[in-house]
């Protein structure tokens, strides 16, 4: 006992000392670098920030990182386990990914793995924290990655820090202007490392999808289905034609889904049921007149049968199972989970084809008002804890991902295994793509890559093209991605910290009720003559100061 | 401990004395003459100021904006004086419903679930065959010891639009057998509440029937000599000796009135039927686990242990006013 608290006190001294001497280095390099007071760094660094990039790897030579870094030091890793490879292994360094990062960067990874999401809350609780960690703070922390800057979690990065110990990193972020501000907060200190879409094409992926043959068989073309009367039609003539007892099936989670990615709302003049801008100007759809004539659709869908009667209580295995044994022809999903899982399952049975459906829209051939999009960063981020001793070593470890290297072996793996070039041009191997132990790709994927989640590097499209490589998945996306989303999509705003409360609880208690009267205007529970009530209700709970917040972080966003 | 007990009666002072004495000095005393006694009650004494006592400052984080990170002490004062939690959550557009459906539940739950058991022990002590009996009482414990979890998933599938609960209630023609029945509002409280019953009925009746068969059978042969029948005897000689027992937990029940679980409640409900299924403690989880607001979780469990507190004390004055028992 005695001796491994000596042990302790010794390793607590030896790890403040290196922390004191890094941190005097950086001092003395501040000097030479630049003369200009912190707090300026970043702001100058946003005006010409064409400049920045080639003014960093020039002559300082601690500003271009060298990998495998020398030294010997271990930085502990907190991650959550991932269905798709713990039921094989039980860390992450035990997998393929894992071990070629730890070899490729020359940094020793000690993982802290949680079960899920709410055990990395539990483990943020905690003061002893890991010095990297990979979580989506978006969904999963009140208030975001800023917030648990405030809260003292999260180590705020500078210019400066990031000149010196991420140059390949601070190039990507300074290469648009929506990855910068999507990676900062107000005070322009980046908050880690995040996950960047590389094209514009990555962004979409979601819609609707019905079974293909189905429809043939009905004599109808499925890329010509895309207003609400037709989108009906086909429903119930599924019903009275081949007696589909669930034409429609979905989870009370994929009504959300459609509605807030206004795959269905179009037809009505609703842009979306989520938040949305228009020139500038915030508008809540679910607050809008117009969601009443989605919801009257709905319900006349509803009422007619053609949807699942027990979507409120439904989980998403009932749903694959409906799609699957052919009790529903329509659902809704991603480009991987939905449409893409339900044909490699079912690729033996004979007769069994799905196809993309346009989003609905009012008048034949148009682009749909609204898609499903995201922003250029989104999901987990590896950001560097506060407990983290030696973060320059984490800022350079984590750089690792923007290099030209390590981006081949975030998104593809290690060449010969995951990976071979063919005409120059990476190629997922048979392992990957048919895997020889009967692994789904993305499965396959999870033990060589970190592209099929998030990470901490660039997404490459050329991996959604190859893991989407079934045609009906490529053509579903091209149609999914018919919409004119960009003119209305809110970028990743910053709610003001002042605001940062009040904004999380009239949100949650909002949405709260605005699902639980959707659910009942859609079953009919409650009658759609009550929709002025619903309307004067939101008012009540606080939608405009709702807005009003939302509005002001937007104007801060096109200001910064 | 006999001689530590004769030598306190030896020397134990006049009893006008003693109290002249401070009670510092005459612990010490006590402490000198009785140390074995106390080196026994220490561990206990330990147990709760470590388990029970320590852990209260965390209340603390009722009254401030807590961040983990700052943790309790450096975390700032909530608004209004530090009652901006309590405030907020009386004012929240859910109080009165999630208080209403918390009361619904947790009384019937009450009403349904707590005479059950002692009727269960009563028949059951009637039954003359041994092997009836315990088949009987293994049966009714058994779902006592499957997970919440599985409870939840069965019952849910029990009252699914193919279920057998629907088929059944369908066959009654109460239900058009559509729709699960727990995307009804009207239907929560009874499944809440008899699964319940199914999952406790066994369980708590084994310390009614403990009760029973401490009651002296001397009073059952008088009762019969009196010309007492079975239910004469049951009302007038079993009853008042369980009353102790019935009283004692009741007053314990009364004391959890305000606090029902999250996790069943969250197992079965959806958002459909929050209107009658949404309580307390998962309008709290929801703030607290989901959105991390750990501040005004905290308040409306300490509101909640408040409110229970007052009603145990109330409950026990009660009982002793009316039928002089009470837990103290």
């Keep these: 006992m005695k001796k491994e608290i000596r042990k302790c006190i010794a390793l607590c001294i030896a790890a403040g000392m290196t922390a004191g001497l890094t941190a005097c280095g950086n001092g003395g390099n501040t000097g030479t670098a630049s003369s200009e007071p912190q707090g300026n760094v970043a702001a100058s660094n946003k005006e010409d920030s064409s400049a920045a990039p080639e003014e960093t790897p020039a002559p300082d030579t601690g500003a271009s990182v060298t990998y495998p870094i020398q030294g010997t030091e271990k930085l502990t890793f907190g991650m959550a386990l991932a269905n798709e490879w713990s039921d094989r292994f039980d860390s992450w360094t035990d997998l393929p990914i894992g071990r070629a990062v730890q070899e490729k960067t020359g940094v020793e990874l000690e993982m802290v793995h949680v079960a899920d999401n709410k055990a990395m809350n539990l483990l943020l609780a905690s003061p002893d924290l890991p010095d990297i960690i990979l979580f989506n703070f978006q969904n999963n922390y009140s208030g975001g990655e800023i917030k648990a800057i405030e809260d003292g979690v999260i180590f705020p990065m500078d210019a400066e820090f990031l000149q010196q110990n991420a140059p390949d990193y601070w190039e990507v972020l300074n290469s648009d202007e929506n990855i910068m501000k999507g990676s900062t907060n107000q005070q322009n200190q980046v908050f880690g490392f995040t996950f960047i879409m590389g094209d514009d094409k990555i962004k979409t992926g979601y819609g609707l999808t019905v079974r293909d043959d189905w429809c043939e068989q009905l004599g109808l073309d499925v890329t010509q289905i895309d207003t609400a009367e037709e989108f009906h039609d086909m429903l119930s003539r599924f019903k009275s034609e081949l007696n589909v007892e669930i034409p429609m099936t979905f989870t009370s989670k994929n009504l959300e889904e459609l509605l807030d990615y206004g795959t269905i709302t179009s037809p009505f003049g609703l842009v979306t049921r989520d938040v949305y801008q228009k020139d500038g100007t915030v508008h809540i759809g679910y607050a809008e007149k117009e969601y009443r004539d989605v919801l009257a659709y709905l319900n006349q869908l509803y009422n007619e049968g053609l949807l699942d009667a027990n979507f409120a209580t439904n989980d998403a295995a009932t749903v694959t199972a409906n799609m699957l044994s052919g009790a529903s022809g329509v659902s809704t999903g991603a480009l991987g989970g939905g449409i893409g899982t339900w044909l490699q399952t079912n690729r033996d049975v004979k007769d069994y084809s799905l196809a993309g459906l346009h989003n609905l829209v009012a008048n034949g051939g148009d682009k749909s008002l609204y898609g499903f999009y995201k922003t250029d960063v989104i999901g987990k981020t590896a950001v560097i804890t506060n407990s983290c001793e030696n973060k320059e070593l984490a800022a350079q470890f984590l750089n690792y991902g923007y290099t030209d290297e390590g981006h081949m072996l975030y998104v593809f793996g290690v060449e010969g295994e995951s990976y071979e070039m063919v005409n120059g041009e990476p190629q997922y191997t048979e392992y990957i793509m048919h895997n020889p132990d009967g692994l789904t790709v993305k499965k396959a994927m999870s033990e060589y890559t970190l592209s099929w989640d998030n990470g901490p590097f660039v997404q490459d499209l050329r991996q959604k093209l190859q893991s989407a490589s079934m045609p009906e998945q490529l053509t579903a996306w091209d149609i999914w991605d018919d919409t004119t989303v960009e003119e209305y999509f809110l970028p990743k705003i910053a709610i003001a910290q002042k605001d940062l409360a009040e904004y999380s609880s009239l949100r949650s208690d909002i949405k709260t009720y605005v699902n639980e009267m959707t659910i009942k205007f859609v079953r009919g529970t409650e009658s759609l003559d009550h929709f002025d009530e619903y309307l004067a209700t939101l008012e009540s709970m606080g939608i405009g100061r709702l807005t009003e917040i939302i509005q002001a972080a937007t104007d801060e966003y096109y200001a910064r | ?328």
């Design chain 2, 1 to 328: 401990m006999r001689k530590t007990d004769n030598a306190r009666h030896a020397k134990l002072p006049a009893p006008g004395k003693q109290s002249k004495q401070s009670f510092g000095i005459r612990l010490g005393k006590d402490l000198k003459r009785n140390y074995g006694a106390y080196l026994l009650f220490l561990p206990v004494a330990l147990y709760y100021i470590l388990f029970a006592y320590k852990p209260m400052y965390g209340i603390l984080v009722a009254f401030k904006d807590f961040t983990p990170a700052k943790g309790v002490w450096e975390s700032p004062w909530t608004s209004s004086y530090g009652f901006g939690h309590f405030i907020s959550f009386f004012k929240s557009f859910y109080f009165g419903r999630v208080l209403k459906n918390t009361l619904v539940i947790s009384f019937s739950t009450l009403l349904v679930t707590f005479p059950a058991p002692i009727m269960l022990a009563l028949l059951l002590n009637e039954v003359r065959s041994t092997k009836f009996k315990r088949t009987v009482q293994t049966l009714s414990y058994m779902p006592h010891f499957i997970s919440l979890v599985v409870i939840c998933s069965m019952l849910r599938l029990f009252v699914a639009d193919s279920g057998i609960v629907t088929g059944f209630l369908e066959k009654l023609g109460i239900v058009d057998g559509t729709y699960s029945l727990l995307s009804m509002e009207n239907f929560f409280v009874p499944i809440y509440v008899f699964s319940g019953l199914w999952q406790t009925v066994g369980w708590n009746a084994i310390i009614y029937m403990s009760a029973l068969s401490g009651i002296d059978q001397g009073l059952y042969e008088a009762a019969r000599i009196d010309g007492a029948g079975k239910l004469k005897q049951m009302w007038h000689v079993t009853l008042p000796g369980l009353m102790p027992t019935i009283i004692m937990l009741l007053i314990l029940r009364i004391g959890q009135i305000m606090s029902i679980g999250h996790e069943k409640i969250i197992l079965l409900y959806n958002e459909e039927i929050y209107s009658t299924a949404d309580v307390i403690s998962s309008f709290v989880y929801r703030k607290g686990l989901l959105e991390y607001n750990w501040g005004f979780s905290t308040a409306v469990g300490l509101f909640n242990s408040v409110i229970n507190f007052m009603l145990v004390l109330m409950a026990n004055q009660i009982s002793r006013k009316t039928i002089y028992m009470g837990l103290w």
